[in-house]
Structures are given as C-alpha cells and as structure tokens.
C-alpha cells in the first residue's frame, strides 16, 4: 500500500521547499518472536523465555524502551543481563537524528546476537503506522506510534501463542506518555522503577542515569552559572557575528582556565582564553560552545600559575580564593589574548572517564566525588551504593549532566577496572584513557590468519624476483621479534654498488576487506608499552611469518636502488621478492662487526658499504636542511621476576642507528614519488608542515639568554644555527637547546594526496615522503604496500583503495590513533618512572631548568630523561618572595634569580598522597635558598641495591 | 478466418518453417515476431504457407509504395509539373499530406510533348494517380496519370459548379455550361456519386 | 545530523521497499485523442506523458530525410513545477537535449524504421513530476506511445534506473537515493532478447561492482516489462470489446 509523506522545508536560501516522498506499507513486516506461529520469520530474534527476574513483571516479557530511555540509560541496555529488546525504527531514527554516539552503540549492542534485540520496522508497517493527526506535534506523533506499536505487539503475541503468557513491557520516564498509555491498556513502567525492581542484580540501579528531573535534591545552594542560551539564539548569534563557535580545551594545568580554538578559517581571531568558573560556564574539555567576546578593556593574559583543584570536599566556597589567586598578577599588554566567556554549548562530546573516587567525609553518604584521570576534565558527582568496595579502585564514569546550580557535573557508575596502583589496572586505565583498542583478536579476524605449517608455494614463487641468495641482513633493537626490515649492498660488475631495502610483505597476508584488515586498519598502530607491547596485527603474522628472521625464507617488497660510490641513484627498481636473511644482529652487534677490522665476510662487507652510503647520505640530507633534534629517551631495565622497573638509562645512538634510519628515509622517499606518479588522487603520504613562526618564540628566547641567535626562516637556517649553538663550559646546552627545539614542532600527519595540495617534509626536508618500511606495525605503510603493488602491477586494486574520501578519514583515524599511541607510550613510561622511584626512595640528581613559569619551575634530569617541577608555593609552608620576568624569562626568590638552561640539584621522590596522580616530587638541594631548599637526603646503603640485582 | 489472439511486439509467433511473415511482423533468427500490438491473423493462400500477420482496428499510417493508387490535391500548376498534397492512398485516408509531382510527361500516355498542364488540371481538382517513384532526396513522389482510370475525378468550374465529365480531356459546367479541359479519368459509373 | 540512511540493517530503504523492489507502476495509453499514439505512466512519484506522431512526411528540411529509413525525432522537456524548485529553463538546456538524444537512440534500435523510408516519426515526451528515474519513465512512456501509435517494434524497451550502497544494488531509485552521491546507472532494455539499447551512469564505480549493478538493473527491467505488458493487453481487450460490439 502506498502512502505518501509531504512536508515542507526551508533552504539555506530562505525560500521554502515541498518536499513529497512516498512511503510504502508492508505486511511481511514480522514479530521476531520465537512463539509467533503466524510470522514466518526465518530466523526469530526473540526468545520465547524471556524471563528476567524481576518483582514487578513476573512474567516473560518483552521490553520496548521509548527514545528518552534509550538516549540517557544507554549504559543500562548495553549491560548483559538486559535481552529481548524491541527497539522501534521511530525511537532509532530519533536517537540517530540526535546524537550518533548513542547510536552506535545501540547498533552494536543490536548486532550482538547474545542480547536478543531487536529492530521493528514499524513506520511501514500496514498496522502499525499513523499519520500525524492535524495540531499534534512531532514528538507528540512519535509518542503515539510507540504506544500503536506496543498494543499491536500485546495483541499480536496474544493471539498467536497459546498460553499468551508473554507480555510486552513499555518503559517511558515521560509522565504524559506513561498516563496515556495506561489508558490505552498496556503494561507501563518508568525505567527507575523497573530496574529497581530487579531484584536479582542490584548493580543495575548504580548504572542508571540520573535525569534532570530528578536531580532536585544533588544541587548546592550557592553557585550559580549563568544560563546557557537556547539553540536558536545562539544560531542567529553565530551568523550575525555576534558570537563565535569553537572546540573547548580545557588548560591540563589550571582547572580554571582554558581556551576556545574557533573553527572558522580567515577569522583573526582563532584562540578566545576563558577564565574564571563563572566564565568557563560548565564547559567541559572538547564540548562545541558558543563564546561571547569581552571588550578590549577587559582582555587578560594567560595565567602561568599552575593550579589543580585539590579541593577535598564537595563544596562551592573555595571558588572565590582561587579566582583572587588569577587575578593577583597583573597583566602584561603584550601577551593580552582575547577573552571571553562561554554562553552556550552547542555540542557535548562527553565519553567514559577513567578516574577514582574520592570518599566523601560522610561515611553513610551515597554521593560521591570522582576524580578523572585526564586532569582537563572536572570532577563529577556520583551516586553509589558501593562506595566502601570502589575506595581504593579505578572506575570508569558518564557524565549525565550539569545543572547551573551545581559546583559539579553529575554522572553514574559504569565500570570498576580494579585495584589503582597495580600495574595492571593502571595499564588498562591508560589504554582506555588513550582510546587504544588492545582486546584480544576475535575469532573471526583469527580465522583469516593462512593455516600452520606455511610454507612458500609455486606460484607465490612464479611471481616474485628470487633473491635467496643475496647476502641479506636485519640490523633492530635487542630483544626484537618484528622484523620488518632487512638489507643488503653488493658491488655490481660495472663498479656500481647495487643496494636493497626489504620490507616484510603483510599485503600478501592481508587482504584487503577481510575482518583481519578492518581490525588493523581500525587499530592504526602497533603502542609499545613498557614492558608489554598491543599488536596491531596477530602475533602469528607479526613475530613469525612475517617478521624477516634469519635463515628462514620469507616473502618481501624489496626497493632495490643502483647507486655509484658517491651515493648518487641510477636506477630504482621495485619488486616482490623472496629473501632469506642471513642474520638478525641488534645494532651493538652490526656496531662491532663494522668496527672489527678482521671479520671480512659477506655480511660485514655488505654492513661496510652500508654505513659508508649512509654516511654521504646523510650528509646530502642535513646541507638540505634536515633537522637533527633531540628527546630524551629512555629505557627500562625490567626486573625479570618482579616485572618491575630496575634502572634507567638514556638511549644511546649508534652508527648504526642511523645507517639504518638513511636507508629506510630513502626507500620511503622513493617509495612516495612512485605512488605519487601512479596515483596522483589517492597516494597516502606522510606531511610535516613548517611550524608558524610564533612557535618559536620561546627557543629563541632561550638562546638570547646565552646570547645566542636562532635563525627560523627555513629549515636549513635553523638547522645551521642550532649546529653553531654552542656554549663553552656547558656542553649539555646544545642538546637541551634541541629538545627545547622539538616542542616547537608542529606533528606530522598523513594525508591523501587528492585531498590537499602540500607535501613538504619539514624536518627531513624532503618535497614529498610517506611510510613504506613498517608494514608489521604501521597500517598506513599496508596502504602503501597496496598502492605500490599496483603501480608495479603486481597486484589488483579494490574500490576502497581508489576512493580519496575514503582514504582520508582513514587517514584521520590513522592520525589520531598514532597521536593516542605517542600519549599511551608517554605515559607509560612516567608511570613506570614513578614505579621505579617508588623503589627508589629518595634521590638526589643534577639538572638543568628547561621553562621558568610565575610560581614554579621545570627541571629535566637528562640521566633519566625525565622532567619535573619545583614549585614554590607550597599549602604547608610559607611562600617565599618570588618576582616573575617574562622576557628573560627569569624567576627571582628571595635572593636567588633562576634563568633557563641553570644547572640545579634536586631531591626526587614519589608523593604517593594521591593515589590517582602519584606524582614526582621534586625539591631544591642546590642553590641553597634558606625556606625553600631541602637538606641533602642521606644516601641509601649499597647494600640493599645490590639484594635487588640478583 | 479471425482467432482473436493478442499479441504485443517482440511476441514469438512461429517460427520461418510454418508461416510466411506478414504486415506487422518481422524475422529474426528463424522465428516470426510481431512488431505491432493486436490481434494475429492467419490467412491461407492456398497450397503455399499460411501467412501470418498483425492486425490493428487504427490501421497505422499506410506510406504511399510504388505502384499504389493514390488520391491527390491539385495544389499548383507549372508548365513542366503539377504540385499536388496525397489525401488517400488506396482508401485509407492519410492523417498528414504527403507531397507529390505529376510530371508534364506522365500526365498521358500519348503526345506526351504535347501536353500543356494548364489543360489537364487546375488548383483544387481531386485527381486519381498512380505512384511510380518515392522521389529522391530533392523531390517529392513521383505521380502519374497515363492511364485511362486515372486523371481528374472532382473538377470545380471558375463559377464554383462540380463539373461533369464529357469526354477523355473535357469538363462541362452544368450552371454556365461551359467547358474547360482536363484529363479526366474514365471512372466506372457506379463508383459515381452525385 | 546525519544524512539520509538509504539502507537500514533490516534491509528497508528510505520509503519502505526492499532493495530489489521496485516503485508502483501506473500506465494508460490513448489518452491523446489528436495524436497518433500517447501514453500517461507513473513511476512511484514521476509522472511522464508521451506522444507520437507518424510515421510522416519530414517536416522542415528535406534534406534530414534518409533515403531508406524513417528519421526519428524525439523531444525531452520537463514542466517548469516539475521538481521541488521551479525550473527555470523547460526547453534547450542542456540536460534536456541529452535526453532528447538519448532517447532518439534508444528508439532508433527498437523501431522498425526500415519499413518508412523517407518519413519522420516525432516522440514528444514531457515529465510532469520529477521524482527520480526521469529518463526510465520517459522510455516507458514512450514505448506505450509507440505501441499506441501501431508503429511496429522488435520488442518493448523497458528502462530502469539502479544504483549502488555500500555493496547492495538498488533497483529503481527515487530523487533522494539517486541526489545523495552514491552511483546511479540507467538502464533501457529489450526484455524477451535481453539486449541493451542504451547503458548511461554519471559517476566513478569500480570495475567489480559494475556486473552486480547490471544485473540489478537488468531484472529490474524485466520485470517492469511485464507491467507494461499487462497494460498493453488490457487496453487491446477493452478497445476490442467496444468495436466489437
């Protein structure tokens, strides 16, 4: 039967638009229920026991939840214990249209066949559809075919199970609606009651959301923001220019600041700095919000107080102390930025936190502060029943809302992770914190890995150069099992010298589509942790039949270059391959072979020649301007029974290190321009854009204060006056002055080729370049690997590979999972640092300042690579005089004037007082400052060092 | 004779071995296919093969072929030709006129120089002739009227009287009594209507 | 805000129909007393009318006339209340005169052309609601018309439009389906033979999809012919009942 569905729209122009559409009604629309004689459903979705236990409903029963429900208990449907769910196509079309998060998820928890859930179509079924009847609102409509459908569902399973026992339970927290539907004769309950009533699992009831409504009681009395303004005011705001629209990020250091990036380009005005709680006006880290400009009069500069909300309990009045703390400095016109304040959210983008609660002094109290891990989110209000038992753990929690009156946003429980502190738990907490995938594989990403024993067959072999018998080698790290490069240099019987690069050919066994590939391609990166490693791919693939091992053959993708004796290329040839390495040695090994002038076979020649190209290259490299920076790296020397932390030591770089590093540059060099000439739409390539000139700033500041100048205009100018940077006497400046030069950067990003038109390289000083070498644990390299197979027709394209949209959210995803994985590693290995100080005790160590800020400073201790702050003012203890200079910048205390790059001596210990943020406290041994400095701690006996060793 | 059976293009009738195609259908393939929508038609000839065809109740337009019996206009005259509009071909009435010439020489038979065409025909006779060419890409039809059944059928006299036949090249007006040349066709007295 | 969902997981498009299903097919012909052949069909929400005029003498230059076959004209015009917004330009533009040419073509394989050397058979079609699948319904249409008219034809020409979401063909698509990006292929085929008169896309498919998308297109096709079919009939039997009579 055909119906049609007319209504009227307005253009973007103003004019008005009708917009007529047809809609067909069927009547092979079925149930889903196992009972139903009458459907002839192939495959029912719905028990026929559909039992839970509950005191209110003891009958089997079906629940249909309407979209209020769906919307906010989102948590409490995707649980395991709630199955055989009708969800109606009106309430999933109103939750798609108004917001996607929740939409996803109810999708997934309705592709998971253990929960039972099921979709009715019930817009185009002939019963069960209605049309808006003249004066009724939308909502109002969408209400009543629930309700239609519902009593259709009651009627339906009535009469065609005998027995008829099974019910059809509404859930709706809509007074209006339950009354009506009471009426109309069905089973109705509000979500709280029925979850309450389920007697079996008290967990649940934690798990619900609070509403708006029924958030009278959590509210202090004090505070209150203003108002946010509706939707359509702060449209019309936006389009006359009135106000601005922005992502908010909340300052990591300063609960009380932060800053709004406005989306639109060309705009002069791109940062708007917000301080103050009145000003923040609940907007919480990465919210869309509307933001209203101050006049120029009132424009402040940013704070460099670090400030954190330590406040124990749940109270509004510290507010007004730490809003004095901001304003006691007086602003500097140079550095005024724009300010303003929040008037509107127009977007949440709230997610799970992962945190710790802390108790609330009231021990019979049921409301709860938490306190997320990510210090940019404030912390929430909870209610739980089970505070005792969370107390000491890392739980997960969703914000639900923030009321105006309240100092605090509210949410419910989700998940309790485990014990905080235990490695374990804090790993996990990372990796959610990080959004980093790391569950095991499934069984049907397994199910696509080639079957055991494997071995090279015929036709592989039909296809591929043979190159067993080239003198191959792999140079890694210690304790490496993906090896996902080799290679091999040879005199050529012209004199010239013939060398290739390897790479393991994943593309080979991973083919393009199949659940194995959407899973690395959804993981994006291998994230190596201290200690544990989450593979982007499956361990077989990974460490065995793919990782380039010695003495076994394997399939490569080998660039194989002819090149003179000056390094220049004559010929560049790209091919698959069969190779069989003959040694997997780690970089101290290839060292020594090199060095050792009597070992003179194959694999030492071939090493020789190697690192003599190496070196010509890399020299070509850095007269272009290729930037060599440096960060502290560190490593850890993981204690074998324990799994703990023994010693730090700094990474060291060899030779080999970097003959390795020129060889890999120049196949992913040559690599980019061949895909690029191929595929001019659809290449992947990696950009480094050259950072704005205002990034710099603070580098060059730092080396006027050793009267020092930094030229920035190009990369080879910077390169050049960093190479000249040298203070006598001080031979660590110039490494710290290239760290300093490393957070100037800008991050490099991979981009499609179609899809923008600029492809420098900054800090390798390369027109064009991409990632080809790390197929194991890059997925970009994959892609690569596809494109260039084409290239060299080796292999057939897909429809994905050719499409540039496609291509570039993947490349937007591959950007955001490796930044997450850079995060992930980051803070492993602080965490791993606390862990091994914890141990430790108290040390003291050497340092040099590496920033000055108003009440604290920044000290790297380049013996661990680590970073910590000494801050001056501290609760317990009476602050010292302090002057702050932003030009030098310079701190004075007391007597003592601190500039950068001053060499000190610290105290580093773990305050362990916060569980959540153990923290690395350090504290001034040297320059003695009477008030301030702390005595040299006693140094620990040897003895007790040397017990752990063994 | 008529065994109502529909039909609609691209229908399968038979195939070459039973019958012989017809007005509206075509050969493909040794099968028969009908190329119109009606009603098939199975007409035996004799000892030769049934000829099957499609019959519509609007006959589609008919086209003037060579060697057809046509009805024309006379539209104008010329010392070398008359321009004349086909009404009927046969007796079906066309719905478009479609353009023809009867030649000086192919008005008679005989003395064909001798002709002068303002004395065979004038603008507005209705005139019987035969097709004999479908003309090329500068002419029209080529018409003639060199028999003795084909000429001028309705002649009207300058007073506006239908004028009567008298001879083989004369009309006479029953009002003015007057005569005036044309070719007049030699047409069975019963098919004269008054 | 989302876009349009074009397939949901139960596998129901935007207005209720599965993918394979095609829009409601309405037809009469003779509905021109003056013309030789009209025709009126609606597709799901297109409305396309047909007339035919012929087979004639050519009109306007002799010249246009071939010596063997009969010249085809047809012209393609959409009412300016036709779409959403009031369409400017009815006749001429572009799209209009590609159209008109696409459709010269089509029927330029399925007429029997060499039977009227020297003449002209004139298609006009007009759509009078524009809901996607425009060219198919003018097809349509037009072979009612011509059937209509008793200008005889190898076979019917059905056309239909399919398109592509996401690795499931659709058949038939409406203005939101084919407006929303994704591929849209139309079809014009000879049903009993199974031969292609005309293959028409505008877009980037990849070569693996291409088979899938035909096929879709080409049962799509074979089925509307029936429908038409059945009009066809129905009309014959209702003028031969009043004749006979």
Partial sequence: ?950 | MSPMKLCVPGERLCSTEDCIPGNGTYLRHGSIFASLAGYVLRKNEGEELPVISVVRETEAQLLPDVGAIVTCKVTSINPRFAKVHILYVGSTPLKDRFRGTIRREDVRATEKDKVETYKSFRPGDIVLAKVISLGDVQSNYLLTTAENELGVVVAHSEAGAQMVPISWCEMQCPRTHAKEFRKVARVQPEYLQA | ?245
């Fill in chain 1, 1 to 950: 039967m055909l119906k049609s569905k007319t209504f009227v729209k307005k253009t973007r122009a103003g004019g008005v638009l009708k917009i007529v559409r047809e809609h067909y009604l069927r009547d092979d629309i079925w149930c889903g229920s196992e009972v139903c004689k009458e459907c002839k459903d192939e495959a029912p979705v719905l028990q026929e026991d559909a039992c839970i236990e509950s005191n209110l409903c003891s009958y089997p029963h079906y629940l249909i939840p309407d979209t209020n429900v769906l919307l906010h208990q989102i948590d409490i449907l995707e649980h395991t214990l709630i199955r055989n769910v009708i969800i109606l196509q009106t309430v999933l079309q109103e939750v798609r249209h108004r917001s996607a998060p929740v939409y996803k998820r109810i999708k997934d928890a309705i592709h998971e066949k253990e929960k039972h859930f099921y979709t009715f179509t019930n817009e185009h079924h002939r019963e069960t559809f209605i049309e808006r009847e003249p004066g009724e609102s939308a909502n109002d409509r969408n209400d009543r075919a629930i309700r239609v459908a519902a009593k259709w569902y009651a009627d339906h399973l009535t009469k065609n199970t005998n027995g008829g026992s099974l019910k059809v339970v509404l859930l709706t927290d809509d007074r209006a609606n339950k009354e009506k539907a009471e009426q109309y004769g069905l089973t109705v309950y509000r979500c709280e009651e029925y979850i309450k009533s389920l007697i079996g699992n008290p967990e649940l009831v934690d798990r619900l959301a609070l509403k708006p409504d029924d958030q009278n009681e959590i509210i202090g009395s004090k505070l209150l923001f203003p108002e946010h303004l509706p939707l359509s005011r702060i449209q019309s705001g936006i389009k006359n220019g009135g106000l601005l629209q922005g992502t908010f990020h909340a300052n990591r250091d300063n609960y009380l600041e932060g800053t709004v990036f406005i989306n639109r380009e060309g705009e002069d005005i791109n940062e708007v700095l917000l301080q103050g709680l009145q000003n923040l006006n609940r907007a919480v880290h990465q919210d869309v919000v509307a933001v209203e400009l101050f006049p120029k009069e009132r424009w402040v500069a940013p704070s460099s107080v670090v400030l954190q909300d330590d406040s124990p309990n749940d109270e509004d009045a510290e507010e007004d102390e730490t809003e004095n703390k901001l304003k006691g400095v007086p602003p500097d016109s140079s550095v005024l930025k724009p300010t303003g304040r929040v008037v509107g959210v127009i977007k949440r983008n709230w997610r799970p936190y992962c945190g710790m609660l802390s108790q609330s002094m009231i021990k019979e109290a049921t409301r709860h502060l938490f306190t997320p891990a990510d210090r940019r989110i404030p912390r929430i209000r909870i209610e739980t029943r089970q505070a005792a038992n969370l107390a000491g753990q890392r739980i997960m929690v969703a914000i639900d809302g923030w009321p105006k009156n309240s100092r605090y946003p509210n949410g419910h429980f989700v998940k309790n992770l485990g014990t905080a502190g235990d490695k374990e738990t804090e790993t996990e907490v990372l990796l959610l914190e990080h959004d980093v995938p790391h569950l095991p594989f499934s069984p049907a990403v397994l199910s696509f890995l080639p079957k055991m024993p494997w071995s090279i067959t015929e036709e592989d072999m039909k296809v591929r150069a043979d190159l067993r018998h080239l003198c191959v080698c792999s140079v890694d790290p210690p304790g490496c099992t993906d090896i996902d490069d080799a290679l091999h240099c040879r005199e050529l019987e012209n004199g010239n010298l013939e060398v290739g690069v390897h790479i393991a050919d994943v593309s080979h066994f991973i083919r393009p589509g199949n659940a194995l590939d959407q899973e690395a391609a959804s993981r994006g990166t291998t994230v190596y942790l201290c200690g544990k490693r989450i593979d982007m791919v499956p361990e077989l693939l990974s460490s065995n039949l793919c990782s380039l091992r010695s003495n076994v053959e394997r399939l490569a993708f080998s660039c194989i270059w002819e090149m003179n004796h000056n390094a220049e290329i004559i010929k560049t040839r790209f091919t698959k391959s069969v190779i069989n390495s003959k040694a997997s040695l780690t970089y101290a090994e290839a060292q020594m072979k090199i060095d050792d002038t009597t070992m003179n076979d194959d694999i030492t020649k071939s090493l020789r020649g190697l690192n003599r190209l190496a070196k010509i290259l890399k020299g070509r490299r850095t007269e272009k301007g290729a930037l060599t920076l440096s960060s502290p790296e560190v490593r850890f020397h993981i204690d074998s029974e324990t799994h703990d932390p023994i010693d730090l030591q700094t990474k060291e770089l060899k030779e080999t290190n970097s003959m390795v590093e020129e060889f890999m540059l120049l196949a992913n060099i040559s690599v980019a321009q061949k895909i690029y000439d191929e595929f001019s739409e659809c290449a992947l390539l990696r950009k480094h854009p050259s950072p704005p000139p205002s990034n710099y700033d603070i580098l060059i500041k730092a080396a006027k204060s050793k009267d020092l100048d930094i030229h920035t205009d190009s990369a080879k100018a910077l390169a050049d006056s960093l190479n000249n940077a040298t203070v006598r006497n001080f031979p660590y400046f110039n490494t710290l002055l290239r760290i300093l030069a490393t957070r100037c950067m800008m991050q490099a990003v991979y981009f499609c080729s179609g899809m923008d038109s600029d492809f420098h390289h900054y800090g390798l000083a390369s027109p064009i370049y991409t990632h080809f070498t790390s197929p194991i644990r890059r997925y970009a390299d994959i892609i690569v690997h596809r494109l260039l197979a084409v290239a060299i027709n080796a292999d057939s394209t897909y429809p994905e590979l050719m499409d540039k949209h496609k291509q570039s959210s993947l490349c937007n995803n591959l950007n955001y999972r490796h930044k997450m994985a850079q995060y992930a590693q980051r803070a492993s290995v602080a965490f791993h640092t606390q862990l091994f100080f914890k141990n430790k005790g108290i040390i003291n160590e050497e340092g040099f300042i590496l920033f000055v800020r108003k009440n604290a400073i920044i000290i790297l201790i380049p013996k661990f690579g680590m970073e910590g702050t000494v801050f001056f003012e501290n609760k317990d203890k009476p602050s010292p005089r302090l002057k702050f200079d932003s030009e030098g910048p310079t701190l004075e205390v007391e007597e003592h004037t601190f500039h950068m790059f001053d060499k000190v001596k610290v105290t580093i210990s773990v305050d362990a007082s916060n569980i959540q943020h153990q923290r690395i406290r350090m504290a001034l041994i040297e320059p003695v400052i009477p008030g301030v400095s702390v005595p040299v701690p006693e140094s620990e006996p040897v003895a007790k060092k040397a017990k752990l060793d063994c």
């Fill in chain 3, 1 to 245: 805000m989302a876009g349009l969902e074009l397939l949901s997981d139960q596998g129901y498009r935007l207005d209720g129909r599965k993918a394979t299903e095609l829009r409601k097919v309405q037809a009469r012909t003779s509905v021109f007393a003056q013309a030789d052949g009209s025709a009126y069909l609606e597709q799901g929400n297109t409305k396309a009318l047909a007339v035919v005029y012929g087979p004639h003498e050519t009109r306007g230059s002799r010249s246009k006339s071939l010596h063997d076959r009969a010249v085809i004209n047809c012209q393609f015009s959409m009412a300016t209340f036709s779409t959403a917004e009031r369409k400017r330009r009815p006749h001429g533009d572009r799209k209009s005169s590609e159209m008109s040419l696409h459709l010269k073509q089509t029927f330029e394989a399925a007429v029997l052309t060499e039977l009227y050397p020297r003449s002209q058979i004139d298609i006009y079609v007009k759509i009078l609601q524009a809901d996607g699948g425009n060219y198919s319904a003018c097809v349509n249409a037009a072979t009612l018309a011509l059937v209509d008219a008793g200008i005889p034809m190898r076979d019917y020409v059905c056309a239909c439009t399919a398109g592509f979401v996401e690795d499931t063909p659709l058949a038939d698509l409406c203005h939101a389906e084919e407006s929303g990006g994704g591929t849209s292929l139309a079809l014009a085929l000879l049903p009993r033979s199974g031969n292609i008169a005309l293959l028409q896309m505008d877009a980037r498919l990849h070569q693996d999809h291409l088979d899938a998308l035909i096929e879709a297109a080409m049962t799509a096709c074979k089925g509307l012919s029936k429908v038409l079919d059945d009009v066809v009939r129905q009309h014959l039997e209702e003028v031969s009942v009043l004749t006979r009579d």
